[in-house]
């Protein structure tokens, strides 16, 4: 079997509203075979600058674009052809969008790998440990504590155990946040877990200090106060905050893995396979493992990413929960012809060769950039 394309849709909402919400534009991968096979993958990157990396023409043996170096290559050799992608773009990749963009082929190649054998992605990647997964409702913060509140209790009415907010309004004032987080503890209750996502915003003396303010309110971790750069100050609030400490949605690398996890001290350790392919998250999270830490995933975007997630997470020891974006854009909710189950706040590991998802072509055609 060998690839005869790769194809890459850059899909997006007709009116993209200035806010930290991934789920308006996708960059879905397509792969397809001499045998009739075809892969879908995903990036959570920006598109535009993704698919120039995948489309990109030959330069020279350190600087190619990922399609040619693919043409002719046989799809199951995901690890040999996660070498040469990163060893032909080592001049201007080894990180960020070009890891990404590859993450994407990884994930179709990998989708391939299990429709071509005839069993789903987690029996590849060593086997499941679990069949699915405890889910939490992953929300941006709304612009008053009234809508915030509205949808917290959402979450629960919907059968949630957890529930999440980030990124903008939250952050910037100090009464402001303490309000928001004590309505939101008090609209779902005491037995519901509370995650924060901080959205980079705070240093890390201020993330001492806010974490020190809400201890009352037992948030089950705090995301990302600090820019993703700053392993230092991860080391700092990691010794001094009581609260669990997640972190990684922006790393792309295993080395970057291992700096959080060792410098940073982090508690949670957060993958998004679109940005880093399974065929790295397989080692990073065993890397977290020998380390102590657990492991959850990244996923802001479509079913794409969402059964991938699942696949890697129950196919790893170290899993804790699973992020579930409930944002209502149309490209995240009705891409895939059959979505992962969510039910009674878990989400239900697909039994079907592959990823188990296939996206609707009509919802590509619809949202397309052409």
Same mark, same amino acid.
């Given at each position: 079997m060998k690839i005869t394309n790769v194809e890459a849709f850059y899909l997006r909402l007709p009116n993209i509203e200035a806010r930290t919400d991934s789920s308006q534009d996708a960059l879905l991968i397509k792969i397809t075979t001499d045998a009739g096979i075809v892969g879908w993958g995903e990036v959570d990157?920006?598109?535009?600058?993704?698919?120039?990396?995948?489309?990109?023409?030959?330069?020279?043996? @350190?600087?190619?674009?990922?399609?040619?170096?693919?043409i002719g290559e046989n799809p199951l050799e995901t690890s040999r052809l996660w070498a040469k992608m990163h060893r032909a773009t080592i001049?201007?990749?080894?990180?960020?969008?070009?890891?990404?963009? @590859?993450?994407?082929?990884?994930?179709?190649?990998?989708?391939?790998?299990?429709?071509?054998?005839?069993?789903?992605i987690v029996e590849l990647l060593g086997g499941a440990f679990r069949d699915k997964m405890r889910v939490y409702s992953s929300n941006m913060f709304q612009f008053s504590i009234e809508d915030t509140v509205a949808r917290?209790?959402?979450?629960?009415?919907?059968?949630?155990?957890?529930?999440?907010?980030?990124?903008?309004?939250?952050?910037?004032?100090?009464?402001?946040?303490l309000a928001y987080v004590e309505a939101i503890r008090a609209a779902v209750g005491d037995k519901i877990d509370f995650m924060l996502d901080v959205g980079l915003t705070w240093d890390a003396k201020t993330t001492i200090r806010r974490a020190q303010l809400f201890e009352p309110y037992r948030l089950f971790w705090i995301e990302e106060p600090l820019h993703p750069d700053d392993y230092a100050g991860y080391g700092k609030v990691s010794r001094a905050c009581t609260?669990?400490?997640?972190?990684? !949605?922006? !790393?792309?690398?295993?080395v970057g893995f291992e700096r959080l996890i060792d410098e940073g001290q982090i508690d949670i350790v957060q993958i998004?396979?679109?940005?880093?392919?399974?065929?790295?998250? @397989?080692?990073?999270?065993?890397?977290?493992?020998?380390?102590?830490?657990?492991?959850?995933n990244h996923n802001f975007t479509t079913d794409i990413n969402t059964a991938a997630s699942l696949h890697f997470l129950c196919a790893i020891e170290n899993a804790l929960v699973m992020?579930?974006?409930?944002?209502?854009? !149309?490209?995240s909710r009705s891409l895939a012809k059959t979505p992962v189950v969510i039910k009674d706040g878990y989400a239900h590991l697909p039994t079907e060769p592959g990823l188990g998802v296939e996206p609707r072509m009509e919802v590509i055609e619809k949202f397309l950039v052409k």
């Open positions: 990157g920006s598109p535009a600058v993704t698919k120039a990396i995948i489309e990109a023409p030959y330069s020279h043996t @350190m600087v190619t674009g990922l399609k040619s170096l693919l001049y201007y990749g080894r990180n960020g969008a070009v890891i990404q963009a @590859m993450a994407g082929i990884d994930l179709a190649l990998w989708d391939i790998k299990g429709k071509a054998l005839g069993k789903p917290a209790k959402h979450a629960v009415d919907t059968g949630h155990t957890g529930v999440k907010f980030g990124w903008e309004p939250f952050g910037f004032d100090e009464a402001t946040d609260q669990h400490i997640a972190a990684g !949605e922006e !790393e792309s690398t295993v998004d396979v679109t940005r880093t392919g399974l065929t790295q998250a @397989m080692q990073i999270a065993a890397y977290a493992k020998s380390r102590g830490r657990k492991v959850c992020e579930y974006c409930v944002e209502p854009g !149309e490209i």
